[in-house]
């Protein structure tokens, strides 16, 4: 089974390359999939129906009890049958139906040949998480269809319709199926249904399964989406309409019916829903004009017969229900493909537009008044055969009720038999001048003349389908009535109430006119559709208002709203239910204080501060007393890291502010001075709250408590902190680095903008690297290699000189930590920064051109280059059979160093190396050199 | 575990400070603003994790009285972010000063417009206005 969905993907994939290469004939070939899953039915009818279904399992993830689990019984079969046969067909039509340069059709090609796949799916799995799974990929696919001709309102705004309502009750379904899978501790369908749970908690869950169903079903009150959905082209109509998606609804019924049809609300629900909807469906279809929409309330009606039927969990009931189920998807596919012809053919659907088509179109017309014969319930077709099943099933119940069921499906059928009546008058009957009509395409024809043939052809043989479906209705125990299916039962009371279904029929169409008239007089006071559009139209409105409401546009507006909800949330959990400490100490060190007193000030002062570099500084001397206090923690490596960052944080900003004004403007700001400094103070508080409960409310050990062993033993470094880097969470700093090379990114494309700023870039720093290739620097260019960036009244040789002597042992210490990380505080973060604050003193002691010359690289190399290297380490060690990141050790023996042992994660902390040198590199190549290249340029064309 | 009160105390500083300048409309404002309440969340991570202790870096078998690394490593990757954050921010005043002369961030137009069409109860962008569709419009 899975080898077919398989197929449908792969043909779903390739559609749009054949349509592009063949046209519309290349529906024949995406045809044969669906072909083959009926096919495959068809040869494993003999297993199935001997009680052995057949199942597939494929294991898929095991933590979420997930799998790809396939069962086909002889209700899998039947909708098999169904889905891929009359797929098969629909497709075919389709070859003949649309003209080659039909606009996306290669789109439409892949979504409808996707759907079929999807359908396949939904009834083959055994599964209910992938039974949800596929049902709303049906419901995706099928937005996409019915809105194939997007530029139409209609077709947009009923794609939209169908897939909210659908959705809606498919969320619905997908609560009960958590419900019913969690009680039953299984989602595995069979299983479920074997040993079916009970409880107020079931009956909740089938409740909301049965929303689902009835959602995707079309039952009152969410029946509207079906109508509005006929924008669809009529292939989709006669496919997703007729035989598939609808019926998805009514699969699900039967499915869980075997276990829960005597669940209490069950029967209550469905059957009241199910005769409404037949009613009323039947009704509205006879005051339609258009041919689509009359065929689109039949539906809807006999969706509500189907659902009676289902729902009722008898045999008899189920036998009828399976007939009728096949019965529909014969005549009603039929009935649309024809009304897809007759609309192509004469280009009009009004039935008081078209005339004497049963004349000119007899092929056409000859398979449109057998299925109509077969909807309307006349022997020998197969619609008999089931509703007179039904008649038969309801006249002999001893279930409460059942006289009203009979009731309603006696008047559902006399309106079935008028509107069938008024579908032939209306399409095929010469009342007036007779339509022109251009003929027909042949592929189009194979579709209408098989499923007409199949209605006859299975009418006559059911007694033999009976033999092949009944294994599903003898799910059911015998009741005191055996129903059968058959033309010829004798002369019984169903045959009178077929008969009185016959009379009546033809007398409603007798008269129509006075039917259209009373319709029309009658006011729709209960209209779903409008309390549809009320709800949707309140929605928007509620989200203007909310949206309005909150989010005005300002941005300290916006961020003041967050920090407020950190005060009122977690800032209210501190005063209500937390364990304060009993005790607090002042500090570990009292040097601690001292540092913290000086922060605190410095931290004061930032926030007073008017001046823009005075501001810089002082959040500079803040950032310096933070690694002070990392280092009285016992923290090297987080002091370290810091100090670093720091000092290049002082330097990028000075580039940047050399930019803008001295002072911060006096712009109004959103929030008044007042307001933020109370909000700042509200949200202090609250984080000195936390901080002083964080220790108090901690209940669990430490994971950090293995780490020590676990970074010597596995990770092979005795720095703890840098083992967890590299190692132990390594998958973290993956993560990290992704977000650096994204912010490298950032920068680089708000500096350099246009690609040919980039070019420029790139063409300058090649000339720098054949310039040093032609002459290798060295005595008479003076202490730096290429010193040019910088204007000669500017150059200070001190800075010059010292940079010089430096440079080579920065870069040699930034190699050190790299290599000795493992073990001593260091590692590829501290020495990428020590290696780029090297860079940054070559760049501003000479400028652009300096900084090109000391590293001649692009810094997309760099990054490119590191996340390769992170990211392979991890996919070497997977390949050689170990978990991803995991580390391995080698002892080596190396000539002068001697006995050197070699982590794997040291590449990793490579990798983190190269990324941080490649983000120093972007700054300083786009914050350093692209600007002063744009002053440049500017004082060229002020001077 | 008792918790130290400075660090405490100047977690909440921190903050009080950041919260108040990241508030301003000047993006180098609230990057500074934005700095000072990284500063401050990494200081809380130390209160969180306990007693300040030796270094995280195995010397002998014992390992009692060593720091907590675990929130080391964390903060560490903080850090780093921080200073891409930083240099993206900077790049951002940057543009936004080559646009307007000026690195303040001023009301969003879209959402100013929402805000009128909310105040002026105006719903004719939705769909779902007058009813234009009754049951099935078929092309």
Sequence with gaps: ?943 | MTPNLVLAVLVGVLFATGVYLLLARSITRALIGLLLMGNGSNILFLVASGRAGRAPIVTGHDSSGMSDPLPQAMVLTAIVITLGMTAFLLAMAHRSWQLERSDVVRDDPEDVEILRRAEADDLSDSDFVGDDLDEGTAP
């Design chain 1, 1 to 943: 089974m899975i080898a077919l969905l398989l197929a449908h993907v792969a043909a779903a994939g390739v559609a749009p390359a054949l349509v592009r290469r063949w046209g519309r004939r290349a529906f024949l070939a995406l045809a044969v999939p669906p072909a083959a899953a009926a096919v495959w039915a068809a040869v494993s009818t003999a297993a199935i129906h001997d009680g052995h279904p057949v199942v597939e399992r494929y294991r898929w993830i095991d933590g979420l009890h997930l799998e790809l689990g396939f069962r086909a019984d002889t209700l899998t079969w039947l909708m098999v049958l169904v889905v891929g046969g009359i797929g098969a067909i629909v497709l075919v039509y389709c070859a003949g139906y649309f003209s080659d340069d039909e606009p996306l059709l290669g789109r439409f090609a892949a979504n409808l040949t996707a759907f079929a796949g999807a359908m396949l799916g939904l009834v083959t799995s055994d599964d209910l998480l992938m039974l949800y799974l596929f049902w709303e990929v049906t419901t995706v696919l099928s937005y996409l269809l019915i809105g194939h001709t997007s530029e139409l309102r209609p077709s947009r705004s009923a794609a939209t319709q169908a897939l909210v309502v659908t959705t809606a009750g498919g969320l619905a379904m997908l609560v009960g199926i958590v419900l019913l899978g969690e009680r039953a501790g299984t989602y595995q369908l069979s299983e479920i249904l074997a040993d079916p749970p009970r409880g107020p908690l079931v009956t909740t869950a089938v409740v909301l399964l049965i929303v689902g169903a009835v959602t995707k079903s079309a039952l009152i009150p969410f029946h509207f989406w079906l109508p509005s959905a006929m924008a669809a082209p009529t292939p989709v109509s006669a496919y997703l309409h007729a035989a598939a998606m609808v019926k998805a609804g009514i699969y699900l019924v039967a499915r869980l019916a075997p276990g829960f049809s005597d669940v209490p609300l069950w029967r209550p629900v469905l059957l009241t829903l199910g005769g409404a909807t037949m009613l009323l469906g039947g009704w509205r279809a006879l005051r339609q004009h258009d041919l689509k929409l009359l065929l689109a309330f039949g539906t809807v009606s006999q969706l509500g017969f189907l659902t009676v039927l289902v729902g009722t969990g008898s045999r008899a009931a189920a036998l009828a229900g399976t007939t009728l189920l096949l019965a529909h998807a014969l005549f009603k596919a039929c009935l649309f493909l024809v009304v897809g012809i007759v609309d192509h053919a004469t280009g009009s659907r009004d039935l008081r537009v078209l005339s004497g088509l049963g004349r000119s179109l007899p092929v056409v017309a000859g398979c449109g008044v057998l299925a109509a014969a077969s909807m309307a319930g006349l022997p020998p077709l197969l619609g008999f055969v089931g509703k007179e099943a039904a008649y038969e099933t309801f006249l002999h119940s001893s279930a409460p009720g059942s006289t009203w069921v009979l009731v309603v499906l006696v008047a559902g059928s006399i309106l079935t038999f008028a509107y069938s009546a008024r579908f032939v008058w209306g399409a095929f009957a010469e009342r007036g001048p007779r339509s022109r009509v251009v003929r027909p395409d042949a592929y189009a024809l194979v579709g209408p003349v098989l499923l007409a043939a199949g209605s006859v052809v299975v009418g006559v043989l059911s007694t033999r389908l009976e033999t092949l479906t009944s294994s599903y209705s003898r799910l059911w125990p015998a009741d005191g009535h055996a129903v059968h299916l058959g033309l010829w039962h004798g002369v019984t009371p169903a045959l009178g109430l077929s008969a009185l279904t016959v009379l009546g029929g033809a007398g409603l169409f007798a008269v129509r006119g006075g039917v259209e008239r009373l319709q029309a007089a009658v006011p729709t006071s209960l209209d779903a559709q409008r309390s549809y559009r009320a709800t949707m139209r309140s929605l928007d409105r509620a989200s203007l208002e909310v949206t309005g409401g909150l989010q005005r546009g300002s941005l300290p507006l916006t961020l003041g709203l967050i920090l407020s909800v950190l005060v009122i949330v977690p800032g209210g959990s501190l005063l209500l239910g937390v364990t304060w400490p009993d005790e607090v100490r002042w500090w570990d060190t009292p040097a601690q204080g001292i540092v913290a007193l000086v922060v605190l000030v410095a931290a004061y002062w930032t926030a007073r501060s008017r001046r823009r570099l005075r501001a810089v500084i002082l959040v500079g001397i803040t950032g310096y007393g933070t690694a002070m206090l990392f280092l009285l923690h016992g923290a090297p490596d987080l002091a370290l890291t810091q100090v670093l960052v720091e000092t290049v944080s002082l330097v990028v900003f000075v580039l940047v502010v050399r930019r803008l004004p001295q002072r911060f403007s006096d712009t109004p700001p959103g929030i008044g001075r007042w307001a933020r400094a109370t909000l700042g103070l509200l949200v202090g508080a609250v984080m000195t709250g936390l901080a002083l409960t964080a220790t108090t409310v901690r209940e669990a050990i430490p994971v950090s408590v293995d780490f020590p062993r676990a970074a010597v033993e596995f990770g092979g470094g005795r720095n703890i902190v840098n083992v967890t880097l590299v190692d132990i969470r390594a998958w973290d700093t993956m993560g990290e680095l992704s977000v650096v090379l994204v912010s490298a990114t950032g920068v680089a494309s708000l500096v350099f903008l246009r690609q040919r700023f980039v070019d420029r870039a790139r063409q300058a720093l090649e000339r720098t690297r054949s310039e040093m290739a032609e002459r290798p620097p060295g005595r008479g260019v003076g202490w730096l290699a290429r010193p040019m960036g910088v204007a000669s009244e500017r150059r200070s040789v001190m800075f010059e000189v010292v940079t010089r002597l430096v440079f080579h042992t920065v870069a040699l210490w930034s190699l050190f930590l790299l290599f000795s990380g493992h073990n001593n505080p260091g590692g590829g973060f501290s020495a990428g920064l020590v290696l780029g604050l090297g860079l940054t003193m070559r760049y501003l002691a000479g400028g652009r051109s300096e900084l090109r010359a000391a590293l001649p690289v692009s810094p997309g190399a760099l990054l490119g280059a590191g996340m390769v290297l992170a990211a392979g380490t991890s996919l070497v060690t997977l390949a050689f059979g170990g978990e991803a990141l995991q580390s391995w050790i080698f002892h080596l023996h190396v000539p002068l160093l001697g006995d050197v042992h070699l982590v794997t994660s040291l590449f990793f902390d490579i990798g983190v190396y190269l990324v941080v040198v490649g983000l120093m590199l972007d700054i300083l190549r786009s914050l350093g050199s692209a600007i002063d290249d744009q002053i440049e340029q500017e004082s060229e064309l002020t001077s």
